[in-house]
DNA sequence: AACAGATTGTATATATGCGAACTATCTTGT
DNA sequence: ACAAGATAGTTCGCATATATACAATCTGTT
């Protein structure tokens, strides 16, 4: 079903750039929801798994991640991440653990994070590639290449004089 | 810069698939930042300007649109539409009217609603085409395409059978 | 007409997101 | 060594998302 009927837009206030823009929100939206249903029954939200996966593959020397660099890798404003942190300590997934700079934490998993998200990943990517098998490789790379163009034009500098 | 490097992902817990859904809510989440941004400075919310657009060009012979549709148009739980019209009505962009349904609230713009999206939306439009400029025509249907044919294998029957 | 079932909006608890202001701490320049 | 500035985490107020439960109301079947 082509997006503006399943939207309901008869008119679109749009040209086709917009709907292109609408296009990568509502799938973006919905592999979301789909991710999130599938987190659920284990007790995560898909925010929750990618600090997990963040911890397992990206951990340096200190063996966790800082919260700031934890914000940094996920693209969102460090104060989401005291929350968030603080639920994960809450259901013992992570702990915070002191650093030599008094000013951070060191995130770590607990052995039940460990343990949930060995078993959760291998089923999370079986899902990601049904998800994908509509979609073939040289496919794949094209979407990639184009939504990295549109990034492109998000740079700081183009985002200004727009209003009047 | 290449999507890994900026999240940082070292070792992603990727597959190629898993590197596609990650371009596409990246993408979609700094879109979505860029248009909160622009939008704050009038007042508004993305979401906000949306039930507007809605408003505006979905309304039926009632002159407005039910909570109900709202939230199935915008693909968010109707639960969410009373609070964000109560915000809007609040700012007194919109107002809720009675229908012949009593269960029903009728939304439609107010003077001051139709006034600020007359002079947003097209400063907007010009922001989008300016994002999406590096992408020309072909590659928008093809990214179009693409994110179709992912949705597809998002249905409900698809995503079952995934958790042991 | 009456009852069963669907639908609408609301309320609540929870999980994210943002910006701004704050404290504690580290770093840097003099 | 010390003051100025940068950085990390927290807290606040707000906007948005979910699922769930509920009351009011409509609709369809008998």
Tied chains: 1, 2.
């Excluded at 917009?18 to 979301?32: C, D, M």
């Excluded at 951990?59 to 660099?69: I, R, V």
């Excluded at 968030?84 to 300590?89: A, C, K, S, V």
Aim: include cysteine.
């Amino acid at each position: 079903m082509p997006l503006e009927k399943e939207l309901g837009l008869k008119e679109p206030i749009a040209t086709s750039e917009h709907e292109a823009v609408l296009n990568i929100y509502y799938t973006a939206s919905l592999l979301k929801k789909c991710a999130d249903d599938f987190f659920r029954d284990f007790g995560l939200t898909d925010v929750q798994f990618n600090v997990l996966a963040l911890i397992e593959y990206q951990s340096g020397s200190a063996g966790g991640l800082t919260q700031a660099k934890i914000g940094e890798m996920m693209l969102v404003n460090r104060a989401n991440i005291t929350s968030l942190i603080d639920r994960m300590e809450k259901s013992q997934l992570v702990e915070r653990t002191a650093d030599t700079d008094r000013r951070t934490n060191i995130i770590k998993m607990t052995a039940k994070g460990k343990k949930l998200f060995t078993k959760v990943e291998p089923l999370y990517l079986k899902q990601v590639r049904q998800v994908m098998s509509p979609v073939d490789k040289p496919e794949q790379k094209k979407i990639i290449t184009v939504l990295e163009k549109i990034r492109m034009g998000l740079s700081e500098d183009t985002m200004k004089n727009f209003k009047e």
